[in-house]
């Protein structure tokens, strides 16, 4: 069996880079406060967290972060936590991690820590698919992504710096073809559960009716109607009209 293939079968690391949860997603501040950005922020942290401590294939969490609450927050659920490059952005965190894998000859599998509908059958899933395309030990790269397909929600690669990343909200096609450049048919798995993440109101509105069990979907339920109310008023201000809307 290959080097690649052993990764592949048996040593899956999972990356998650958290930002600061102070000042925590911005582009939602036109609905919510920064104390209450911050505490959602907080709560998909760590939905992600115990759905990743939950899932079988995974040989351990890599958690890169320079905020002391999520450090806090991933050390309770058994991740590692880093602080190496966690100021350089999303991509300098996961690269940072990437290379640290691997020297180690570990596989990586990296996800954001704002996916508040992820369940650990959406990780198996994807583990499956990567496993299944490359059994014959060739290098691998596996992606799902956002529901939009622009962004990048979950990629794993064997080996672990397979694949240059760089993330970002138009990063999907352009990550195919840095996997075709590598020489990899890149794997596109769709997940409901992966492609979901709360960056934009709209997505904060789509949230609130899946009535989730999770820390998130009880921080955002108990915002009260009031709440869904003004999201409501300012998604319909906010919508693009007549010509604006292509018409």
């Known amino acids: 069996m290959s080097r690649a293939d052993r990764i ?12 600061g949860v102070v000042g925590a997603k911005q582009r939602l501040a036109a609905v919510l406060d920064a104390e209450t950005r911050s ?3 907080l709560a998909m942290a760590e939905d992600v967290l115990e759905v990743l401590s939950a899932v079988p ?7 890169v972060t320079a905020d002391a609450t999520a450090a806090a927050l991933a050390r309770n659920y058994g991740a590692e936590v880093t602080d190496v490059q966690a100021s350089e952005g999303h991509t300098g965190a996961v690269t940072g991690g990437a290379r640290r894998l691997a020297r180690e000859g570990v596989a990586l599998i990296t996800l954001p820590g704002d996916l508040p509908l992820l369940a650990p059958a959406d990780v198996s899933r994807v583990i499956a698919a990567h496993r299944a395309a490359c ?15 622009q962004g990048s929600n979950a990629i794993l690669m064997t080996p672990a710096d397979a694949v240059p990343l760089r993330f970002g909200s138009n990063s999907f096609y352009p990550h195919l073809d840095a996997a075709r450049n590598a020489g990899i048919t890149p794997t ?18 789509d949230f609130l009716i899946t009535n989730a069990p999770t ?8 915002l009260g ?11 319909e201000r906010a919508a693009p009209t007549g010509m604006e809307a292509g018409e």
Do not use: Q, W
């Open 8 to 19: 592949c079968a048996d040593r899956i690391c999972a990356v998650v880079p958290i930002k």
């Open 39 to 41: 505490a959602l922020a």
């Open 57 to 63: 294939e995974l040989f351990r969490v890599l958690v």
């Open 135 to 149: 059994a014959d030990g060739r290098p691998g790269f596996t992606i799902s992504p956002a529901r939009d397909f």
């Open 188 to 205: 596109v798995v769709e997940v409901p559960g992966i492609g979901f993440d709360i960056d934009e109101p709209h997505d904060l509105a």
């Open 215 to 222: 820390r998130a979907g009880r921080l955002v339920a108990a």
């Open 225 to 235: 109607p009031d709440f869904s109310a003004r999201l409501a008023v300012h998604l």
